[in-house]
Structures are given as structure tokens and as C-alpha cells.
């Protein structure tokens, strides 16, 4: 059973295209998380929901924009992407908006901007 | 400003050696400290978790020791196996959640 799911698991799209990325969590969490993967490897958070209300929107271009239809599922949607977009996204989630909760990761999604 | 830092940035060690990675904190105030596994092409996993009072947290083979005094952290691995080979990245969270900090994490190879 997929704890955390993320979808495509590789995207491959020319600068200028909008392109969105899913993520579903199947374990009753509250809060989901987005975290941007670059090629040095650093994690950096990008935007946190709890209870599909945004907490944490961290110094993010506007171009990307997070959905939450519900508490399972979080979206990310990048319009007119750029060459530096190109990074692994991983999608999140915890019981709750505390750091002392472990958040569980999905797969990630390889993002390739050309 | 916020910072964690590891060491070292990669690491090559034998089947069967132990080692131990480092973890170096600035947050202040703190709340806990996380090791994570993250094997090549897939998302961290969690290995121990420890907050201020306590100084070891134990995962099999995996014992991590921290010192709140000195914002130091090490995650020791006994008797590596090759599928030990991932990036092993600290991160500390301060209270109320909301603030947390992940490091570069250090890419260690376990060789036969």
C-alpha cells in the first residue's frame, strides 16, 4: 500500500508549458508539504497545507501555485516553466503541522525543463 | 540565520566497517533533531528522531547521539551493508513547528 503517491514519476517539458504534479497521501494526515530537490541535493521546503489551508509559502516564484481539493491530496501546478525548474519535487505529509511529527515522503517526481 | 551542516560530503567505506556522519546545528530555540535514509531516486525515510533531552536514539544498526550544549549530532552506522549506500541528511525542526531546516546530507558508499 502506497503510503504517499506522487504522479508522473518523470516529466519532461520545454521551457514556456505549464505542467502540474499530484500528490496523494493515504494515511489520514492533516498536513502536506512540497520540497524541491536541486542537483546539490538540498531539500528546501516550498510550501506547506494543513487541513488544506496554506501555512508555509516560502520564497517561491508565483508561477508555482499548490491546490488542495481535500486533506489528501495536494497539487502543484508550475506555469511557464524555466530551465531552472528543472530539480526533483517531493511530495509530503505528517499528522500534524509540528516539527516534531516525521513527515513521510513520496517518490519524487524528476522534473526536466528543456 | 538557521543553519545545519554535515560532514563529512561523501563517504566510502567497506562492507562490514562501521562510520559515523556528522551534524553540525545552528537553529535556535531547538526542538528536535531527525536522521534520514534516502536511497538513490526515492524520498527520505525517517531513522531516529531525538529532542532536547535526550543524547542517544537507537535504529538497529543505526545509533544516533545528540549534544543540545554543543548543537552537535552524529548518526553512527555498525556494520554497514551495501544497502546502507544513500544520503543521509539531518534535520532539525524549532518549536511550534513551521521552522524546519534540512542539511546537504552525506553520500555514503558502502563497497564489498
Known amino acids: 500500500d502506497t503510503a504517499v503517491s506522487q504522479t508522473p514519476k518523470y516529466l519532461v517539458t520545454q521551457m514556456g508549458n505549464d505542467k502540474s504534479i499530484k500528490c496523494e497521501q493515504n494515511?489520514?494526515?492533516?498536513?502536506m508539504y512540497w520540497y524541491k530537490q536541486d542537483s546539490k541535493k538540498f531539500l528546501k521546503i516550498m510550501f506547506s497545507y494543513n487541513n488544506k489551508e496554506l501555512i508555509i509559502n516560502e520564497t517561491v516564484p508565483n508561477r508555482f501555485s499548490p491546490k488542495s481539493p481535500d486533506k489528501a491530496h495536494l497539487n502543484l501546478h508550475i506555469n511557464s516553466l524555466e530551465l531552472g525548474d528543472s530539480a526533483v519535487y517531493f511530495c509530503a505529509s505528517s499528522q500534524g503541522n509540528s516539527g516534531g511529527y516525521e513527515q513521510y515522503f513520496g517518490p519524487g517526481t524528476r522534473l526536466t525543463v528543456t | 540565520k538557521n543553519q545545519v551542516e554535515q560532514s563529512p560530503q561523501s563517504l566510502i567505506i567497506l562492507e562490514g566497517k562501521n562510520c559515523t556522519l556528522q551534524c553540525n546545528y545552528t537553529v535556535s530555540p531547538f526542538s528536535n533533531l531527525r536522521w534520514y535514509k534516502q536511497d538513490t531516486g526515492r524520498g527520505p525515510v525517517s531513522l531516529t528522531i531525538m529532542t532536547f533531552s535526550e543524547n542517544t536514539k537507537s535504529n538497529g544498526r543505526y545509533t544516533a547521539t545528540l549534544d543540545a550544549d554543543t548543537k552537535q549530532s552524529s548518526l553512527h552506522i555498525t556494520a554497514s551493508q551495501l544497502s546502507d549506500s544513500a544520503s543521509y541528511i539531518c534535520v532539525v525542526s524549532a518549536p511550534g513547528g513551521f521552522k524546519t531546516i534540512f542539511g546537504a546530507g552525506t553520500r555514503l558508499f558502502v563497497k564489498a
Open positions: 494515511l489520514g494526515h492533516d498536513t
